[in-house]
């Protein structure tokens, strides 16, 4: 019996050992891609920070109309960066909060902004809320360039940001924040598009090429909607059926970058 106990215990240290191996083995190194999407949000920063300064600027002139056209541009900057968000947890959470109706006064940065420019349709007392997020947004600047990312959460929060988009921002009934939500999705699919490009050849063939070709897909969906030089339609002018359109084409792409990242090596 003991020596049956003993030869129990060694197999099960065995199999232990085996499944530790097996963990190890399917990790994939992603260092090199993970630098490359680095490379690109660094990009972003210069003239993220330079059309921030100049929107802090109109707020604090009183320009009304110059800060509602320049908002949705400047904000598209962030909006490139979300797949790697959770690098800068708690920045991110001062420099885009979530807003509720009915606690306006709790959102922080782009989201307060954004309520005082198109709801409220002032800048006027905003101008203390523009200067702290500048200020946030020159601190993220800094910490981009060293922050850490891990490689497999910057891709499957790729897909966790498509989700999001098209279960909850694209569907809320809410429509008093809904004006520069086609713009966030634009952004959104220049992230994709990079992190399509980056990791493609780490992937199925097969799987990229479709993920490349339901960003087409998209990216024609929203050009639909192009009024001007980076300028777009009011999302919360769309028609149901549009709106549908435009959620169907984000899901489809969420779904083929799932499926890619699932085929990583």
């Not at 960066?81 to 922080?108: C, H, N, R, V, Y």
């Not at 002018?237 to 779904?255: C, G, N, W």
Request: charged share 30%; with cysteine.
């Amino acid at each position: 019996m003991i020596l049956a106990t003993a030869a129990l215990a060694a197999c099960g240290s065995d199999e232990k050992e085996e499944a530790v191996e097996q963990v190890e083995e399917e990790q994939i190194d992603l260092t090199e891609e993970v630098e490359q999407f680095r490379a690109f949000a660094i990009e972003q920063m210069e003239p993220f920070v330079a059309d921030l300064e100049l929107l802090v600027r109109y707020v604090k002139e009183g320009k009304l109309e110059e800060a509602q056209k320049l908002y949705p541009l400047v904000h598209m900057y962030y909006e490139r960066l979300q797949p790697m968000k959770a690098s800068f947890a708690e920045l991110d959470a001062t420099i885009d909060s979530s807003i509720e109706e009915g606690k306006e006064d709790e959102a922080t940065g782009f989201a307060k902004l954004e309520y005082g420019l198109f709801n409220e349709k002032t800048t006027t007392g905003y101008e203390v809320v523009v200067e702290e997020l500048f200020t946030n947004v020159q601190q993220l600047s800094m910490e981009v360039e060293s922050v850490h990312l891990d490689g497999q959460q910057l891709v499957n929060d790729a897909v966790s940001m498509l989700d999001r988009v098209a279960t909850t921002q694209l569907t809320d009934e809410e429509t008093s924040y809904a004006f520069s939500h086609i713009y966030d999705v634009k952004a959104n699919t220049e992230a994709v598009e990079e992190i399509v490009k980056i990791f493609m050849s780490r992937a199925d063939t097969q799987k990229a090429a479709n993920v490349t070709e339901k960003l087409a897909v998209l990216n024609d969906t929203i050009a639909y909607y192009e009024v001007g030089k980076e300028d777009y339609v009011n999302y919360s002018y769309f028609t149901s059926k549009q709106k549908e359109e435009l959620i169907a084409a984000v899901s489809d792409v969420r779904d083929a970058l799932k499926e890619m990242n699932s085929s990583l090596k």
